[in-house]
């Protein structure tokens, strides 16, 4: 097995483009995985909720057990209709535009979100490959974007942020700056990197509600931001909250001017955080530089 990696690593290396062709099947295939795991954890993490809440207070269950729902049982079905879904029913984004959106048994319509979330993770996928080429830092990349964008869509589904998701991300990179492999941060880096980027926004959570009594975002936002300190550094969170905030706060301002959203209803951060550090991951060092540069500072 391990004669296989060398061969495959130089065949990739020889043909470039094979390397992309594959890189963009694969985060397609990766992406239709995704889409389970955007609908199922929410409700699996539900299910958990309710089973501790019974123990802690005691409580006997009133209906019989549930039937085993994970990630991968019970199999993909129609939500209106209960039918499974065939396995060429499942390529992605062909079969979604071969069914014109719609269950083949019923009609019932399938959003446009499975076929969208297919494509941004081929996307990723590929922009990886592309920038890293046949190297660990494009597996790090891989599991990092995939992460972040299930993360984000999940948090702008539910407006939850699974532990699952963010802590070992964070850990991950850690481990990554430990070893020396699939990060381009020193081990420093990461861990300053995930304590201020944990710190930051659980300052700014307290200050808020001190002053106005409400809680102005989640205990998930912390972690997430520390997870991409540990990725990215110290040094470049500044720019994500930048603009992460930044387009946050236009988003919502034509959201209650246009859409008239209720300021009451808090709108999602994780996806403006996660796209964020996408883009510092992949351009951040160059905007610090022209920033820099502009600013006299370099």
């Not at 996307?123 to 299930?150: D, H, M, P």
């Amino acid at each position: 097995m391990m004669t296989l990696i060398p061969t495959w690593a130089s065949f990739f290396a020889e043909y470039p483009l094979a390397w992309l062709i594959f890189a963009t099947v694969l985060g397609l295939l990766i992406g239709s995985f995704l889409n389970v795991v955007i609908h199922r954890l929410p409700i699996m993490m539900e299910h958990g909720w309710r089973q501790d809440c019974r123990e802690l207070l005691e409580v006997a269950p009133t209906s019989p057990a549930p039937a085993v729902y994970n990630l991968i049982t019970p199999r993909s079905a129609c939500p209106n209709c209960q039918t499974p879904i065939k396995s060429w029913q499942n390529i992605p984004v062909i079969s979604w535009v071969a069914l014109r959106g719609q269950c083949a048994h019923c009609g019932h319509k399938i959003s446009i979100q499975y076929p969208m979330i297919e494509l941004l993770s081929g996307l990723l996928t590929v922009l990886a490959a592309w920038k890293f080429g046949v190297s660990a830092t494009t597996l790090a990349a891989w599991i990092f974007g995939w992460v972040l964008l299930t993360a984000a869509v999940i948090d702008l589904k539910t407006t939850l942020l699974p532990d699952v998701l963010t802590l070992p991300l964070m850990w991950l990179g850690i481990f990554l700056a430990l070893i020396g492999s699939g990060t381009i941060i020193s081990l420093k880096e990461a861990v300053i990197g995930a304590m201020v980027g944990y710190l930051a926004l659980w300052s700014v959570y307290w200050l808020f509600k001190l002053a106005t009594g409400r809680e102005g975002m989640g205990y998930g936002d912390f972690k997430l931001l520390a997870a991409l300190g540990s990725w990215l550094g110290w040094q470049q969170l500044p720019l994500v909250l930048i603009i992460a905030a930044g387009v946050g706060a236009l988003v919502g301002m034509g959201m209650v001017l246009f859409l008239k959203h209720d300021q009451r209803i808090p709108i999602p951060f994780g996806p403006y955080l996660a796209s964020a550090g996408l883009l510092g991951f992949y351009l951040g060092e160059p905007i610090l530089r022209f920033y820099l540069g502009n600013a006299g500072l370099n």
